[in-house]
């Protein structure tokens, strides 16, 4: 109930393409679905976070987007560049403020 | 722009021996927590504190683990008696608005 599974384990993608991530959920209580980044040898940062209320939030070359019906939401890096080579995790919780439920995480690695 | 800050940065530790990692939340932050990662898993949530007592905690936050706040600045993750599945990246984090901000780890090591 309360896992997050994450998808796929590691992604390779050519410089200029699209990235896409793909997290599933079960526990309908979560109700705030952030996505970190994380290089080698730091912590976790925020990238990019959405509610179940809205579908899609857009950053710049990241967007979320959220089905609330099928219970999963993913994350499209457009125009990939070498430099988002780095371990992308999905979480989800009940709020923002509580424990994060972090999925398994996806190595993602950018071919110049 | 302000940074949680955790020492130290590597501790390699005896089975059986207490440690405690230490935290620095970013300053006006109301709510704190203790993350682990073991190598190459996902983060795990342990425990998160505000108003100087725990709001939630995991099941991996057994009787083993402690947090304190012993003053304004400081946070901190005891572990009474190390075991050899406690080596792990420990992260501290705090949270302003709906954001966690995470702080580079303590690498632990027991051996």
């Known amino acids: 109930q309360q896992q997050v599974k994450q998808s796929p384990q590691s992604l390779i993608v050519q410089k200029g393409g699209i990235s896409i991530i793909n997290c599933a959920y079960e526990?309908?209580?979560?109700?705030?679905f952030p996505w970190y980044q994380q290089f080698p040898g730091k912590g976790p940062a925020l990238l990019i976070a959405i509610r179940p209320d809205v579908s899609e939030k857009k950053e710049g070359r990241f967007t979320i987007s959220f089905n609330k019906s099928a219970k999963q939401f993913s994350l499209h890096i457009m125009d990939s560049q070498p430099g988002d080579s780095a371990t992308y995790f999905c979480a989800a919780s009940m709020s923002s403020a509580d424990g994060l439920t972090f999925g398994k995480g996806t190595h993602l690695i950018i071919q110049p | 722009e302000p940074e949680v800050t955790q020492t130290p940065s590597h501790q390699v530790t005896q089975m059986g021996q207490e440690v405690i990692l230490r935290c620095v939340p970013i300053?006006?932050?109301?709510?704190f927590y203790w993350y682990r990662q073991i190598l190459g898993q996902k983060v795990e949530f342990l425990v998160s504190?505000?108003?100087?007592?725990?709001?939630?905690k995991s099941e991996i936050f057994d009787d083993q683990f402690s947090v304190e706040r012993p003053d304004g600045s400081n946070f901190t993750l005891k572990i009474r008696s190390t075991k050899l599945e406690d080596s792990a990246m420990y992260f501290c984090a705090s949270i302003k608005i709906e954001t966690q901000y995470f702080g580079p780890g303590t690498r632990l090591l027991v051996l």
């Open positions: 526990n309908t209580a979560f109700d705030y």
């Open positions: 300053s006006n932050h109301l709510y």
């Open positions: 504190f505000y108003n100087n007592e725990i709001s939630e």
